[in-house]
Every structure is written in structure tokens, then in C-alpha cells.
T-cell receptor
């Protein structure tokens, strides 16, 4: 079957670094997405990993290990506006389904 | 401007009524998706379509129906058979030429009154 798992909630302090983990199981896999979603709004794209390794994009970085079915999103120099839900999702290969996790609600505190 | 548009943004429906949510994209994307999101929850897949005139059930298709008569359009009908239809509905589209991000519409918040 296909499933994807991430922590429900996390709390971090402004200016700090936080890592949000995501594990997945699927028979078909093209790549892994990370999206940010503020309450009541549509998700916005953050990153897409196809190959193993770390991809850096400003304050945000995303890591993928295909063999371990594992990814993480790293947020540096946290700002209050980073308080949001962070959704990981995989593109399920031949099934072409885009499957999302339940999302991690990040609260950034002063 | 290219993008994906959902309408309406807010929708109220009486119990027992069918209602259709619109989703239109001008990104020339082949794949389109419908998701449901309940408060504090992630996105659950209702239906998806990879090509015109073809669509597949997602994880929670019961009580919903879709059509894909045109590449640009993927409307979702919430039928009276859906027991708990109040939710935030999101439509997304994705290109298939390369592995690219999925773009989301602004969402439709459906409330049954």
C-alpha cells in the first residue's frame, strides 16, 4: 500500500532551526514534495526532491533518501510568518497519484 | 496569466442537495486532482485524472462524482450521498512532461446548512 507519515505538531523559537521529518511507503515513486499551507489558504510549493541528497533554497532545505523512504524539511532563521502547516507529498510513480501526509503544524514562538 | 481557478470560494448547501464545484486551469496540465481537507487535517484524495475522458477514484470517492470532458476543466459534484460534506475542497493540476510541482486553486469552503 501507500502511506506517508509526519509529526502532527511542532514548536520552535524565532531565529532557531527546525527539522520536520516525513517517512513514506510506496511501490512507485517519482519524487517528494514539500508544501506550506497557512490556515484557510491553498498550499504553496516549497521544494521537490527526485534524487537522494540535500537541496537548499534560501532559508529552506529539503533532504531525500529514497532507500530509506525518508525526507526532511529544514527551516533556518525561523520567522513568525513561518508558522503554518507543512505538508509532504509523494508522486506515486505509475499510479500517478499525488498523495499527501496529514501535515505538520509548526508554531513559531517569540 | 496562467493559473488554476476554483469557484466559488464559499458555498452553502442545504442537506439533500447536490452541488458542483468548479475547477479550471489554463496551464495545459494533463493531471488534475480533487482533495478534501477537514479542520486540522491533511489533504485526502477524492478523485484524480491523468487525461481527458479518464479519471480514477482516490481514497474517499464515495458520495462524489467528477467529469473530465475538457483538458482545462475538472468539476466535482458533491452528491446527497456524501454524509459529511462540510469541508475545504482543493483542486490541483500538474504537468506530466517533467516531474513538476502541483499548482493549487484557492479552494472552496463548502458548508451544509
Amino acid at each position: 500500500g501507500q502511506n506517508i507519515d509526519q509529526p502532527t505538531e511542532m514548536t520552535a523559537t524565532e531565529g532557531a532551526i527546525v527539522q520536520i521529518n516525513c517517512t513514506y511507503q510506496t511501490s512507485g515513486f517519482n519524487g517528494l514534495f514539500w508544501y506550506q499551507q497557512h490556515a484557510g489558504e491553498a498550499p504553496t510549493f516549497l521544494s521537490y526532491n527526485v534524487l537522494d541528497g540535500l537541496e537548499e533554497k534560501g532559508r529552506f532545505s529539503s533532504f531525500l533518501s529514497r532507500s530509506k523512504g525518508y525526507s526532511y524539511l529544514l527551516l533556518k532563521e525561523l520567522q513568525m510568518k513561518d508558522s503554518a502547516s507543512y505538508l509532504c507529498a509523494f508522486d506515486g510513480g505509475a499510479t500517478n497519484k499525488l498523495i499527501f501526509g496529514t501535515g505538520t503544524l509548526l508554531a513559531v514562538q517569540p | 496569466d496562467g493559473g488554476i481557478t476554483q469557484s466559488p470560494k464559499y458555498l452553502f448547501r442545504k442537506e439533500g442537495q447536490n452541488v458542483t464545484l468548479s475547477c479550471e486551469q489554463n496551464l495545459n496540465h494533463d493531471a488534475m486532482y480533487w482533495y478534501r481537507q477537514d479542520p486540522g487535517q491533511g489533504l485526502r484524495l477524492i478523485y484524480y485524472s491523468q487525461i481527458v475522458n479518464d479519471f480514477q477514484k482516490g481514497d474517499i470517492a464515495e458520495g462524489y462524482s467528477v467529469s473530465r470532458e475538457k483538458k482545462e476543466s475538472f468539476p466535482l459534484t458533491v452528491t446527497s450521498a456524501q454524509k459529511n460534506p462540510t469541508a475545504f475542497y482543493l483542486c490541483a493540476s500538474q504537468g506530466r512532461d517533467t516531474n513538476t510541482e502541483a499548482f493549487f486553486g484557492q479552494g472552496t469552503r463548502l458548508t451544509v446548512v
